[in-house]
């Protein structure tokens, strides 16, 4: 979608323009059900759009929604994987 690629072009030109501050976003990363990061095609694994980290660790998720909310579940099975908040966010 062209919303999402303009949030990840837009996520990448911040992480690059915060590097050597100790600030990162990680853009469109999966877990597991452990929570380990795993390739996009690995089987059961989830994603949030971005992942902002300060000195490596995660600090916070955010999702851009241009389709619908996930449920109650789904959100809390992604903050539980990613163990951090996770931000839907609608445009």
Do not use: C
């Not at 600090?59 to 903050?79: A, N, P, Q, V």
Request: proline share 4%; charged share 25%; glycine share 10%.
């Amino acid at each position: 979608m062209r919303a999402h690629g303009e949030f990840a072009r837009l996520n990448k030109a911040t992480s690059e323009r915060l590097a050597g501050r100790g600030i990162h976003i990680d853009i469109e990363p999966y877990v597991n059900a452990s929570g380990d990061a795993v390739r996009p095609s690995a089987s059961r694994s989830l994603s949030v759009d971005a992942v902002l980290q300060y000195r490596g660790k995660n600090i916070r998720g955010f999702d851009l929604k241009t389709g619908r909310l996930w449920s109650h579940s789904e959100l809390g099975e992604r903050r539980r994987r990613f163990g951090i908040p996770i931000q839907q966010i609608i445009p």
